[in-house]
């Protein structure tokens, strides 16, 4: 099973850096998000899985 990291403000510069660092390391990487009117995603868009897709491989 590999390492595991939960990442609170992932869609930041930080925290989407450090996602990316992580899962070239094995890690397998969840985020919490702020709270916001729209759902900005740009920074992470190449490795978010929606989690209520029903095929998603979480």
């Given at each position: 099973m590999p390492p595991i990291a939960l990442i609170?403000?992932?869609t930041g510069q930080d925290g989407s850096y450090l996602a990316e660092l992580l899962i070239s390391k094995?890690?397998?990487v969840h985020g919490i998000i702020r709270r916001a009117s729209?759902?900005?995603t740009a920074r992470i868009d190449h490795i978010y899985t929606d989690p209520h897709d029903p095929?998603?491989?979480l």
């Open positions: 609170t403000g992932i094995g890690y397998q729209t759902f900005n095929h998603a491989k």
